[in-house]
């Protein structure tokens, strides 16, 4: 079963920094890609960013390009995201998902149950 | 990186067919075979409904279908139940290792 455990959420000052991890288990980690997403409470998903399966293929949305760094480590099949620079506009549920493939082009297929991100003074 | 557009709403009767639509533009719906579905329930995980415009996951009921014409793509949902009322996101891969998410239809079954 494909198992998805995102951590290190909480809350942040505005300006400051924070690294969620996504723990993988229950598929062979190397093959796929990955990606974080967010969900503001009571609003749609947006899609953050994107890591292919060797770390050769990276892709970020706008929105946190320059301030967002996605990164992975297979021997620990976990997936990373540093999140600098956070803004009150960041808080939101992030979500850890895998993509169907190893590519970075290829659209989630499952996802984690999200860690809480709460900017504020 | 504007968002896909869907309709804030959906609705329909059990045993139904409902419809939701997803425009893009021809820089990611309608430029690639890549839109997938995404039901998603309060307070539980997005489940995949459809990928590739119109495959389904194993596990899918068949009562799900998708499709694509030009720079919109279409979920359908036949013979409505309880359980299909849900907020239902179409995604996009849009080029250069980006992707996108539509707004998102909240699915009410009268």
């Known amino acids: 079963e494909v198992q998805l455990v995102e951590s290190g959420g909480g809350l942040a000052q505005p300006g400051r920094s924070l690294r969620l991890s996504c723990a993988a288990s229950g598929f062979n980690f190397n093959d796929y890609a990955m990606h974080w997403v967010r969900q503001v409470p009571g609003k749609g998903l947006e899609w953050l960013s994107s890591?292919?399966?060797?770390?050769?293929?990276?892709g970020y949305a706008d929105s946190v390009k320059g301030r967002f760094t996605i990164s992975r480590d297979n021997a620990k099949r976990s997936l990373y995201l540093e999140m600098n620079s956070l803004t009150l506009e960041d808080s939101a549920l992030y979500y850890c998902?895998?993509?169907?493939?190893?590519?970075?082009?290829?659209?989630?297929?499952?996802w984690g149950q999200g860690t809480l991100v709460t900017v504020s003074s | 990186q504007s968002a896909l557009t869907q309709p804030p709403s959906a609705s329909g009767s059990p045993g139904q067919s409902v419809t939701i639509s997803c425009t893009g533009t021809?820089?990611?719906?309608?430029?690639?075979?890549?839109v997938s579905w995404y039901q998603h329930h309060p307070g539980k995980v997005p489940k995949l409904m459809i990928y590739a415009v119109s495959e389904r996951p194993s596990g899918v009921p068949d009562r799900f279908s998708g499709s694509k014409s030009g720079n919109t793509a279409s979920l359908t949902v036949s013979g409505l139940q309880a359980e299909d009322e849900a907020e239902y996101y179409c995604s996009s891969y849009a080029g250069t290792n980006m992707q996108i998410f539509g707004g998102g239809t909240k699915l009410t079954v009268l």
């Open positions: 890591l292919s399966w060797n770390s050769d293929s990276i």
């Open positions: 021809s820089s990611d719906v309608g430029g690639y075979n890549s």
């Open positions: 998902a895998r993509g169907r493939s190893g590519y970075s082009s290829s659209l989630i297929d499952y």
